[in-house]
């Protein structure tokens, strides 16, 4: 699906980075043509500064957006979840990133999440950057603290698994 939004506007490189921004950052588009985060909008130009673009540029491409039955959907209803990996250790959690060997491969969650099962640990948040978004995809799993040395190496030795960071 990612794929097909970032097809619609192949004609059109600046405003593709524009989508694949909004894409990236769980950005949507309301009734307006308004770039927003969870019902708050989002001055076009401050979009336009973090990609290196021109507010034009923004606009014109939530106009596009709202202008297509299917994108239109997506990005009225584009919600954005906290991310907590950045403040896990003083919520006294523990961050575990898996690069993948292959990130189409499938299985690669369910294998990870059966290691942390087997130690009972709770998993307090998951997310995973798509390949088609990101070109170094992962899997970020957040557990509560203290994590067993064993999970890691349990998770470093599943056949899908490239590298684990802690």
Do not use: Y
């Amino acid at each position: 699906m990612w794929a097909d939004i970032i097809r619609e506007f192949a004609d059109s490189p600046s405003q593709g980075r524009v989508v694949k921004f909004l894409l990236e950052n769980g950005f949507g588009v309301n009734d307006e043509a308004r770039i927003c985060c969870n019902g708050i909008d989002i001055p076009a130009t401050a979009v336009a500064k973090a990609i290196g673009s021109d507010r034009r540029v923004v606009d014109a491409t939530a106009k596009r957006i709202l202008e297509r039955p299917a994108l239109r959907d997506i990005f009225l209803n584009m919600r954005a979840t906290p991310d907590l990996s950045r403040v896990a250790e003083p919520l006294g959690l523990a961050v575990i990133t898996v690069l993948p060997k292959n990130a189409s491969e499938k299985d690669i969650i369910g294998a990870a999440v059966s290691v942390l099962s087997r130690h009972s640990l709770a998993i307090r948040q998951i997310f995973v950057t798509d390949p088609q978004l990101s070109e170094d995809p992962k899997l970020v799993i957040i557990v509560e603290s203290p994590l067993p040395a064993e999970v890691v190496g349990e998770i470093r030795a599943l056949p899908q698994v490239r590298q684990v960071i802690i």
